[in-house]
């Protein structure tokens, strides 16, 4: 069932990238290899997504790839993800002008 890839975390983590341990539910589906996403319940701007390493019993390890926002939190749910994606390219800062508006009067 989904619920087996969905936990939740009352441990005070600070945001940030290497290793993090969270206590949590205990028969979960999680497998080393594995790719999470922890987000704070409060505001999911403050994440971290990474690979499971370890998962027994209600001890869950993370090396933690990705993050987001700043702080530490102890309000946080983990769910299965996939792989990071590629990088795409790098924005300008304007958007492109792919349309040209034309006005039709009659």
Same mark, same amino acid.
């Given at each position: 069932?989904?619920?087996?890839?969905?936990?939740?975390?009352?441990?005070?983590?600070?945001?940030?990238?290497?290793?993090?341990t969270f206590s949590t539910q205990s028969g979960k589906g999680f497998v080393a290899?594995?790719? @999470?996403?922890?987000? %704070?319940?409060?505001d999911n701007g403050n994440f971290m997504g990474g690979q499971v390493t370890a998962?027994?019993?209600?001890?869950? %390890? @993370?090396d @933690?790839?990705?993050?987001?926002?700043?702080g530490t939190f102890?309000?946080?749910?983990?769910?299965?993800?996939?792989?990071p994606g590629p990088a795409g390219p790098a924005r300008c800062g304007r958007f492109p002008r792919i349309f040209r508006v034309v006005v039709l009067r009659a």
């Amino acid at each position: 069932p989904a619920g087996n890839f969905r936990a939740t975390s009352a441990t005070g983590t600070p945001i940030g990238a290497g290793p993090r341990t969270f206590s949590t539910q205990s028969g979960k589906g999680f497998v080393a290899g594995d790719f @999470v996403t922890i987000f %704070s319940d409060a505001d999911n701007g403050n994440f971290m997504g990474g690979q499971v390493t370890a998962y027994g019993g209600t001890s869950l %390890s @993370v090396d @933690v790839t990705t993050t987001g926002g700043s702080g530490t939190f102890a309000d946080w749910t983990i769910r299965i993800s996939g792989p990071p994606g590629p990088a795409g390219p790098a924005r300008c800062g304007r958007f492109p002008r792919i349309f040209r508006v034309v006005v039709l009067r009659a």
